[in-house]
């Protein structure tokens, strides 16, 4: 069985001031990991995803993320924010190997960012 | 560009109608799902499909059901619409390699 907790549902932000958006992830195998972004009223895009390769992947718009095997964590940063990185957030977890890759959606982080 | 397209984006259906939710994508992807989001209650996964013909359950199943005659189109059909399926329906292919792209969604209102 594989689970995702955001630990935050709410993040506000100040325009130009680092994201920290934060997901814990539980899985009997080797996980592989993604973020989603979400604008209002639009479907979900991919920000950028750990497949066991390289534990800091870089994504999309100066997004990273971090894989932490020890800490079952892969949180998302972001070193200063922009107004336009106001959305929501999805930590997904999925396991490759068995159902087709069949994802599992953390609850949503939403992000407001102050002028 | 990858491209997942659902057919609509906003729907108005009656109680007891048939709808079908079309998507299409041009990636060659195996693998195609059906999610529905609601507040409070996030992404939910209705079906899935590894291969044409094939479909699987995913964690709401109920009042719902799926087509795949072609590797490229996956459709979702509610039988008999009802009031508590007024939702965004997200229609998502993947590689199997990880990631998946998502369509624009289809906002249902059920009346």
């Known amino acids: 069985a594989q689970s995702v907790t955001q630990l935050d549902s709410h993040v506000s932000v100040s325009e130009g001031t680092p994201v920290l958006l934060r997901c814990n992830y539980s899985s009997s195998y080797s996980p592989s990991l993604f973020w989603y972004v979400q604008h209002p009223n639009k479907g979900l895009q991919l920000l950028l995803k750990?497949?066991?390769?390289?534990?800091l992947v870089k994504g999309i718009n100066g997004f990273e993320a971090e894989f932490k095997k020890s800490e079952t964590s892969f949180h998302l940063t972001k070193p200063s924010a922009h107004m336009s990185d106001a959305a929501e957030y999805f930590c997904?977890?999925?396991?490759?190997?068995?159902?087709?890759?069949?994802?599992?959606f953390g609850d949503g982080t939403t992000l407001t960012v102050k002028p | 560009d990858v491209k997942v397209t659902q057919s609509s984006r906003y729907l108005v259906k009656r109680t007891g109608e048939k709808v079908f939710l079309e998507c299409v994508q041009d990636?060659?992807?195996?693998?195609m799902f059906w999610y529905r989001q609601d507040p409070g209650l996030g992404l939910r996964l209705i079906y899935f499909?590894?291969?044409?013909?094939?479909?699987e359950k995913g964690d709401i199943p109920e009042g719902y059901s799926v087509s795949r005659e072609k590797k490229e189109r996956f459709s979702l059909i509610l039988e008999s619409a009802s009031t508590n399926q007024t939702s965004m329906y997200l229609c998502a292919s993947s590689p199997g390699t990880g990631g998946a792209f998502f369509g624009q969604g289809t906002r249902l209102t059920v009346v």
């Open positions: 990636m060659d992807h195996e693998n």
């Open positions: 750990y497949t066991s390769a390289a534990t």
């Open positions: 499909s590894y291969d044409v013909k094939m479909k």
């Open positions: 997904v977890v999925s396991d490759l190997n068995t159902n087709a890759g069949k994802s599992t």
